[in-house]
């Protein structure tokens, strides 16, 4: 259907706040108890983003001013400009920048009526020459489930040129739903106190986040690049429904996903899509080093994930494993869709014919091939009987389900790209096509991965390289199964994991060059108390060749 594109604008709230315009006289005490932040960086531009919180409950626009200013003198000019936001935004503000110097650090700074906000710094993308960039990659933080150290270990590196965040910025569970049992010893349970399904819902949600110091000092310190994940709307999502949605309770969930997206389009600093629409594939470059490519995965093509309680069993009740599989490899299933993957095919053919060293993805979920491993298989009896006397019953469930799951050579999680084999494949073959070296960043699974992804289950050629992130508090499959070295579990049984922890908390520290890039694997000690300190479990390196990139070698 053809969308009107006023209408479009309108329904996303597009564009108000954003333009420049006259101050208003108003005597209203406001506040910016919610940060600053910066994003989607280019050589030229980026976004600004704060939000002005009125002490009253009076509906009424509220002006502010903004000033940009280079970090050192005679790099780049200072800009500054005015706006107004209101309630049709949720009093957020979100400024364009353009006409900036390439490769620059700025301060930027809002006020609104005689308040000031917060200072932050961001920076262009360079253009030309560039020895070395570095990235942090984070994902997936469950408020309710500890406290953002690693949000403020980010904030305090020494260098970070961007904040790379792939998804799970917020969730939209009530506290009891999901990690409750932290939140609640802690004293750190969201707002609003239930699921959040409606506009106003995902607006406290959002809000709440950025309440957090450590995740404010994390914006603050540099331009974030970002794409949502399923818990930006509801657990599993796909581009008709979630697993999280039940209509008849919930409503529609076009209508859902679209106050949902408005919500984070209003708090995030990305520059929106032109249609107003969800199609938030988009690109960045640094200079002659490397092109980001951040994918959508979610919302705009991704079709039903199938299910094994569902899918599986055939009428006699004995799993059709034939049947599944035909159902799994067809080649009509799709995640990124036809029109995304000819636009990355074509991106990444343009970035190695500019010669740009590293081609780069933002992806939301795991892109490996993992089979449901035999933990009862892969651990000495010691080690597992010693964890099973600790564990409740549901655990010891948890590893029967995983053995009798794993002579069936099915794929570990269906709502990762496992669940769409034949579009991976397709992607696989513009890698190949492209000639590129292609490095995979991804998020959603709560655990650290470092990954050699193969274009074939057996034999054939390395495609890619990726990198996994843990959650910054998001519980994994080691938390669930305490002393049971589960990622261990998962390299042995599968060809493609070389390294994998399910238990840490943290983020990825990537350093690319034109000769080699490192991926360090930082994990926070706690997520229980504000103290804490910080420790790089894992140390990868890849260099970049004709043919693509090398095997990792671990440090």
């Known amino acids: ?6 209408k479009a604008l309108a329904l996303f709230g597009l564009g108000a706040g954003a333009a420049a315009g006259p101050a ?62 209101d309630s049709s935004r949720d009093y957020t503000v979100k400024v364009d920048v353009t006409g900036l ?12 009526n005689g308040v000031k906000s917060p200072v932050g710094q961001t920076r262009t993308l360079p253009v030309g020459a560039v020895d070395e960039v570095v990235l942090a990659v984070a994902t997936c933080a469950l408020y309710t489930n500890g406290y953002f150290n690693a949000y403020q270990a980010i904030a305090d590196m020494d260098r970070v040129d961007a904040v790379l965040h792939l998804g799970d ?33 995902y607006r406290i949600r959002h809000a709440c986040y950025k309440s957090d110091p450590q995740l404010q000092a994390a914006h603050a310190r540099a331009p974030w690049i970002v794409v949502w994940d399923d818990h930006e709307t509801a657990n599993d999502s796909w581009k008709d429904g979630a697993e999280n949605h039940q209509p008849a309770l919930e409503g529609d969930w076009n209508q859902r996903k679209a106050v949902a997206i408005k919500a984070y389009y209003e708090w995030m600093p990305i520059r929106e899509p032109r249609d ?25 093509a991704r079709d039903h994930q199938l299910n094994y309680e569902k899918d599986l069993n055939g009428a006699d009740g004995k799993p059709d494993v034939a049947a599944f599989r035909k159902r799994l490899n067809d080649p009509a299933r799709q995640m990124m869709g036809a029109s995304q993957a000819d636009w990355l095919a074509k991106g990444l053919k343009a970035s190695v014919k500019a010669g740009q060293t590293w081609q780069v993805l933002g992806n939301e979920v795991v892109m490996a091939r993992l089979g449901v491993p035999d933990i009862r298989a892969n651990v000495s009896p010691e080690i597992l009987d010693a964890a099973l006397a600790k564990l409740p019953a549901s655990g010891s469930a948890r590893i029967d389900r995983m053995a009798r799951m794993t002579p069936l050579g099915l794929p570990y999680g269906l709502d990762m790209w496992d669940g769409y084999p034949a579009e991976r494949q397709r992607l696989y073959a513009s890698f190949e096509a492209a000639k590129a070296n292609v490095v995979v960043l991804s998020g959603d699974s709560h655990a650290f991965w470092a990954n050699e992804l193969y274009d074939a289950p057996e034999g054939g050629k390395l495609a890619a390289v990726e990198f996994g992130s843990t959650g910054i508090t998001s519980p994994g499959a080691g938390d669930a199964l305490p002393g049971i070295p589960v990622g261990e579990v998962f390299a042995k049984a599968n060809r493609e994991v070389i390294y994998s922890d399910q238990a840490a908390k943290g983020f990825i520290r990537l350093t690319l060059t034109h000769t080699a890039l490192r991926a360090d694997m930082v994990a926070v000690s706690t997520i229980l108390e504000k103290t804490f300190t910080t420790q790089v479990l894992k140390s990868f390196t890849a260099t970049p060749g004709k043919d693509g990139v ?5 440090l």
């Open 550 to 554: 090398s095997r990792l070698k671990a």
């Open 169 to 201: 910025y917020i969730y939209e569970y009530a506290p009891e739903q999901y990690g409750y049992e932290n939140g609640s010893k802690i004293g750190r349970l969201p707002e609003p106190p239930r699921e959040i399904v409606t506009l106003n819902d």
């Open 1 to 6: 259907m053809r969308i009107n594109r006023r």
């Open 276 to 300: 107003g629409g969800f199609a938030i594939n988009r690109t960045f470059e640094f200079g002659n080093l490397l092109t980001l490519f951040m994918l959508e995965t979610r919302l705009t």
């Open 24 to 85: 208003l006289a108003d005597n209203r005490v406001v506040s910016f108890r919610h940060g600053v932040a910066s994003g989607d960086p280019l050589s030229d531009r980026v976004i600004l983003w704060t939000r002005i919180t009125p002490t009253d409950a009076a509906d009424a626009p509220v002006a502010y001013s903004w000033t940009l200013t280079p970090v050192e003198a005679g790099r780049g000019k200072a800009k500054s400009g005015k706006g107004t936001t």
């Open 101 to 112: 110097a390439a490769n620059c650090a700025y301060k930027f700074q809002f006020s609104a």
